[in-house]
């Protein structure tokens, strides 16, 4: 019998976050994965990905907690369509509900602090590091911040 390939939701916020993301493309190629990012004017990298759409949050504007909570039920959708066996995420904020939803559900989360992060941590990294099943960094001076986290280097 043939073993089946784990489904693989890539998740990131627009911008940087999503640039960093996609430097897994290979790995998103190698298995039945799909992009789940915020919606925004500018286009992305990410041609011949299936892509879902988060709204924006900006944790400065006064629609943020409305927002998050339009994005809870935006990522309960994707999940139940998609069902996928994990969660690889760079971040931030619209991307939390997502990855609380698959946890809920018993999947496993992978989370990618920020490239950019070398001395102090998100706080989206602080947030989801007690809900990850694996929390990379990126820089070694970052495990004295998530100190269970593993230190493989940079995705660039």
Not at 49 to 77: D, H, P, W
Not at 119 to 132: C, E, K, N, Q, V
Not at 140 to 145: A, D, N, S
Request: hydrophobic share 45%; glycine share 6%; proline share 4%.
């Amino acid at each position: 019998m043939k073993k089946k390939k784990p489904r693989i939701c890539f998740a990131a916020s627009s911008g940087g976050h999503l640039d960093e993301l996609l430097m897994l493309r290979p790995l998103m190629e190698r298995y039945e994965s799909f992009l789940v990012t915020e919606r925004t004017s500018f286009e992305t990298a990410a041609a011949g990905i299936r892509r879902y759409n988060l709204l924006q949050v900006n944790r400065l504007e006064k629609t943020c907690m409305l927002r998050l909570i339009a994005n809870g039920f935006l990522s309960l959708r994707i999940f139940l369509s998609e069902r996928p066996d994990l969660v690889i995420c760079t971040g931030v904020l619209a991307t939390i509900p997502l990855c609380l939803v698959c946890k809920a559900f018993g999947r496993k989360l992978i989370y990618i602090e920020s490239f950019a992060k070398v001395r102090s941590p998100t706080r989206t990294g602080m947030l989801l590091y007690r809900f990850a099943d694996r929390f990379y960094v990126q820089w070694p001076q970052m495990l004295e911040c998530f100190p269970q986290a593993l230190c493989r280097g940079g995705i660039y």
